[in-house]
């Protein structure tokens, strides 16, 4: 099955048109040693057969597993108005909006993400997105060693370690050099932090709530960065921000994060939505789109995309950035969920995430042998120590039909009795009490 | 049309949270809150869907209008990919399952998905195993820069620079930049190709690799690959392969017989996942086997009993490029695509794309110049020059187009070519639809000749005429002040 | 196209205007001002920066380009005109005079030698019309 409409008619009209004697003659730019012989796949399918195939593809994976499980993705609700808006096909089958007339949707919807992301984080300034939260940490980093002129990068421990091993990955073949603080199951430890910084750091690396779910107030960590003239960059994550600190009460100078929990499903690891926000005067430093505010001859409010020239369409091998296709839908329904919420619906939703959590912390606490760590106030994921390793009671709960949690051990060695359980607002009552109840059955 | 934000009134609500159903109650301390809400728009449901349906209004998409972009391959996105991508088994999986234990096995599906489009890929391709990370075409393009730069480093060579053809798309350059090299701008000969004569003096032993795109951005394959390909890997360099223009040839050549080491693929162009208004996309990355090692973590294997898991420990490995295994949801899609197309309609579909484009650049050659005059693949470039001479300039013949319910091509691009228009039908279009835009290009270039300022008018049937960019640079308005704080109390 | 008479110009189009024993001050030429169509940010050279002639000295951003401004001579930076950076578009329209760039204390003025007058400019300015 193809989606080609001429019929063979008007092939040969087309051909004729041409000057061609066949579709064959159109290659012969190709010469014949060059040509590919016949493709090793299978024949064509039509729809029925695809959709089919796909289900019973979709059937042999686990989603049936009641889901404790976060790290930075996770379960919550999708309004449906936010998936029918991104069935629209005028939004949905459009380019990137180079041709501004013909684009306003796209651009306005982007200016008005923008201005929802500076509300949600406290900053000045937004990106039109990146692709996800860790690709978003990286550029946050090197946009830091741009604007001081410095290559060193403290990491602090509690950020997310898949975006830790991100941020190494990327900068093996610059001359970046990363200083991890020393793993606390725990909010930063400040004592901890001070020694590494000094007139060599670019930035320090945050993020709140941490991976251990800890929340935080940074602004001492932010104060120690700025006194050795060096930037603070801190991952969130949105849904929090509905009642925590945000960035930029925290004197953050680059916020970014992982935008899944605004509207998308979790699709197994993508699309997500990378966000990034920072101060009005490091804007030129910023990577990505940005879209901004102008005027037609008529004096019509219109939007175009601007500062164009840090990007890598203009300035190549000098852009900010390489980014050029971004997650422009994904920041739609961002913003079709946030304006959906709300100023007093966001509030609710954390609020919510951060009561189940702390039921479902008051209910496995109470299970013999099992203690919930409460170093500092958690959001909607946190950590308890278990009596035996986590994996194993990992396993056993996924036999009783839950993904109980992540194992921490995987990314932190010593840590293999510790489990990072996250609860969303879409949790039960019930659900999290027959969870609690399964674990004890495995203890 | 007034922003979201404006049509906000306080009170009002657009989705009811529930109220907690558990009897705890989370007390954050004050000194962890945030002082002042975000102030997000308080509205109904209806306003939103209103709101955003209207804005739809507002743009030329595939669905409503031809798209001739150039190098950007806008094809019909199926209504179908919507729907599996859709489907719970899918949309719902937590990427971390396969990390907890047992977990392999609770993706099965998920994992057989990623497995088979990397093996189409690499059959369509020729190269010995793909990734599926990579998150969009220049994230390919970093993520192929990055492993030419580990299989050097591999082989204790720091070599520091790439060699990139003048025509070739900024992200070309800009990629190879941040992985850590040096850009060295190769020249296209009056052909519109790189000259293997005038490559031999920019290739030596400092070259990590050729980055080109073939069909290159004038839509013309350059018969001397090969040539090219055998002067880079005599000094070590690698050959790679930004496979934006895929389209062209998938099924008929394949990038792996013409020499090249390293292929990104954008799916959101070849594979007709749809581009969303600037994403997401995928640019899954291939290679060949001496640079299988230093793929990203994690690769999805097939076992011998024929189940699917994720192999993490790879010591070489140039480590994590995304978080997990790529825009899943995406490569879905193009699996839905590919599965659909079969290996007939793969090739029918490059056949179609290249039968569109030389049947357009028939018709226009006499009324536009055409700079480099053969035949073409599955795109062409226009020059508008003879008719910036009179006063009407590439910039002037898009927004006729605009006037005619014709999306533009891409302008301005590849700057080599003064007043380019280029111009990429995709194997989607009607004929009928074709002689439209033929139709609509002849409109135009008469008017150039006859009333110039009709198109310096142009366009007026848009919800706003040309904008004002410069303004929009200078006085910088990239987000929505804040309702004052004297008229908030 | 105006190119005063009162100044030495460069082929990459900035103009050099002696005055008196004092500083040389530096701009670009309505050719330049005209390319660019739209001058949208400057990126200014430090006061007190000593530059050699011909290298590079500020960024110059109009909506689809960015063009580096080149020291017509060298020397040392004595002054640069800060009111470029709140209103970018004195380079549209008031290159030759408001519009200025920065002042250089010449090391040599025999490099002045190397610049073209008006007569010379305007002619170099016609072979690139072609």
Excluded at chain 1, 74 to 99: C, F, K, M, N, W
Excluded at chain 2, 404 to 426: C, D, N, S
Aim: proline fraction near 6%.
């Amino acid at each position: 099955m193809d989606f080609i409409p001429h019929t063979d008619a008007q092939r040969r009209e087309m051909l004729e048109a041409i000057g061609a004697a066949s579709a064959e003659d159109l290659f012969a730019d190709i010469p014949p040693a060059m040509r590919a012989g016949e493709l090793n796949l299978p024949a064509g399918h039509s729809e029925i057969w695809v959709r089919n195939h796909l289900e019973h593809l979709a059937a042999k994976n686990a989603t049936h597993l009641t889901p404790f499980v976060g790290g930075g993705f996770y379960d919550h609700y999708v309004p449906s108005a936010v998936t029918a808006i991104l069935r629209r096909g005028e939004l949905y089958t459009a380019y990137t909006p180079y041709q501004a007339e013909a684009s306003q949707g796209t651009l306005q919807a982007i200016y008005e993400y923008q201005t929802a992301i500076c509300r949600l984080t406290g900053m000045e300034v937004a990106n039109a997105s990146l692709y996800d939260g860790g690709t978003a940490l990286y550029e946050a980093a090197m946009m830091a060693t741009r604007l001081t002129g410095r290559n060193k990068i403290v990491l602090d421990s509690g950020v997310n370690p898949i975006y830790r091993n991100m941020l190494h990955g990327y900068t093996r073949n610059l001359n970046v050099a990363f200083r991890e603080v020393p793993t606390a199951c725990g909010p930063t430890p400040r004592d901890q932090v001070e020694p590494f910084l000094d007139e060599e750091t670019a930035a320090i690396v945050l993020q709140n709530p941490n991976f251990f779910g800890f929340i935080d107030d940074l602004a001492d960590v932010v104060d120690m960065a700025h006194r050795v003239g060096a930037l603070a960059v801190m991952s969130c994550y949105p849904i929090s921000l509905g009642l925590v600190k945000t960035p930029g009460e925290m004197g953050v100078d680059i916020a970014t994060g992982e935008g899944q929990s605004l509207g998308l499903p979790l699709s197994f690891g993508g699309p997500y939505l990378g966000f990034m926000a920072t101060r009005k005067k490091f804007i030129r430093q910023m990577p990505g789109r940005l879209a901004g505010v102008t005027h037609d001859k008529e004096g019509r409010r219109g939007f175009v995309l601007t500062l164009q020239t840090r990007e890598q369409h203009i300035r190549r091998q000098g852009a900010t950035s390489n980014i050029c296709t971004n997650e422009a839908l994904c920041a739609l329904a961002a913003l079709v969920y946030l304006s959906l919420v709300g100023k007093e619906g966001l509030k609710e939703v954390a609020q919510l995430c951060a009561d189940k959590a702390a039921y479902a912390a008051q209910r496995l606490d109470r299970i013999d042998g099992v203690s919930v760590h409460r170093a500092a106030p958690f959001f909607n994921e946190f950590v308890c120590d278990l009596p035996v390793y986590a994996g194993e009671i990992v396993s056993g709960l996924i036999e009783k039909g839950y993904a109980g949690g992540f194992p921490l051990a995987q990314y932190y060695p010593g840590m293999e009795k510790r489990l990072l359980v996250a609860v969303t607002e879409k949790r039960t009552r019930e659900e999290i009490g027959a969870f609690a109840e399964a674990l004890e059955g495995l203890l | 049309m007034n922003l979201i934000f404006e049509k906000s009134t306080p009170g009002r609500r657009g989705f009811r949270v529930p109220p907690s159903d558990v009897p705890s109650r989370a007390e954050i301390p004050q000194a962890l809150r945030r002082t002042r809400d975000a102030e997000l728009p308080e509205v109904s449901e209806l306003e939103v869907v209103r709101h955003f349906t209207q804005l739809s209004q507002r743009n030329f998409s595939i669905d409503t209008h031809m798209y001739p972009l150039g190098s950007c391959t806008m094809k019909y996105n199926p209504r179908f990919l919507e729907d599996v991508a859709a489907l719970e088994g899918f949309s719902r999986l937590h990427p971390l399952l396969p990390q907890l234990r047992g977990g392999g096995i609770l993706t099965q599906g998920a994992l057989q998905v990623l497995y088979e489009v990397a093996q189409w890929l690499c059959e369509i391709t020729g190269m010995a195993q793909f990734s599926m990370q990579p998150l969009a075409g220049a994230h390919g393009e970093l993520t192929g820069a990055m492993l030419i730069a580990a299989y050097h480093r591999f082989h204790g060579n720091r070599k520091t620079t790439v060699i990139i053809p003048d025509s070739a798309h900024g992200t070309n350059p800009a990629s190879a930049a941040i992985a850590g090299y040096q850009v060295v701008a190769a020249p296209s000969n009056e052909r519109g190709v790189l000259d293997p004569a005038h490559v031999k003096d920019l290739v030596n032993d400092q070259t990590a690799a050729l980055m080109l795109t073939c069909p290159n951005t004038l839509g013309l394959f350059n018969r001397d690959i090969r040539t090219l390909a055998d002067m880079v890997h005599a000094v070590g360099g690698l050959m790679y392969y930004d496979g934006a223009n895929l389209n062209a040839i998938a099924g008929w050549a394949r990038p792996g017989d013409l020499g090249f080491d390293v292929v990104q693929l954008n799916l959101h162009k070849t594979f007709a996942t749809p581009h969303g208004g600037g994403g997401p996309g995928a640019g899954p990355v291939g290679v060949a086997e001496p640079l299988v090692p230093f793929l990203p973590t994690s690769v999805v294997v097939k076992r011998a009993d024929g189940t699917y898991a994720l192999e993490y420990d790879r010591k070489d490995s140039i480590g994590y490029v995304a978080p997990f295994y790529g825009n899943f949801g995406v490569i879905l899609k193009a699996y839905a695509y590919m599965l659909a197309l079969g290996r007939e309609g793969l090739k029918r579909m490059a056949e179609t794309a290249v039968l569109n484009a030389n049947y357009l650049l028939a018709r226009l050659r006499p009324h536009y110049k055409v700079p480099f005059d053969r035949r073409c693949m599955h795109e062409f470039v226009l020059s508008a020059a003879p008719q910036a001479k009179k006063g009407v300039k590439a910039l002037d013949i898009a927004k006729g187009l605009i006037d005619r319910g014709i999306h533009p091509p891409t302008m301005y691009f590849p700057g080599i070519v003064p007043e380019a228009l280029m111009i990429e039908p995709t194997e989607t279009e009607s004929k009928e639809t074709l002689d439209a835009f033929v139709d609509a290009m002849i409109e135009i270039a008469r008017l150039a000749d006859e009333d110039p300022d009709a198109l310096h008018r142009a366009p007026t049937t848009t919800p706003v005429g040309r904008l004002d960019e410069v303004a929009a640079a200078r006085r910088l308005d990239v987000c929505f002040p804040l309702p004052d704080d004297a008229a908030q109390a | 196209m105006h190119i005063p008479d009162d100044r030495l110009y460069t082929m990459e189009h900035e103009w050099l205007k002696q005055e008196g024993d004092g500083p040389a001050r530096i701009g670009l030429s309505a050719y330049a001002a005209e390319q660019l169509s739209g001058v949208t940010f400057i990126e200014l050279p430090k006061k007190g920066q000593t530059v050699k002639r011909g290298q590079k000295i500020a960024n110059v951003e109009s909506v689809k380009a960015v063009s580096d401004v080149y020291a017509p001579a060298g020397g040392a930076i004595v002054e640069v005109n800060g009111a470029l950076e709140a209103d970018p578009s004195l380079l549209d329209e008031q290159h030759y005079d408001a519009g200025w760039i920065c002042r250089i204390d010449l090391a040599d003025a025999a490099e002045l030698d190397e610049l073209m007058d008006a007569k010379a400019y305007r002619e170099y300015l016609n072979t690139l019309a072609g």
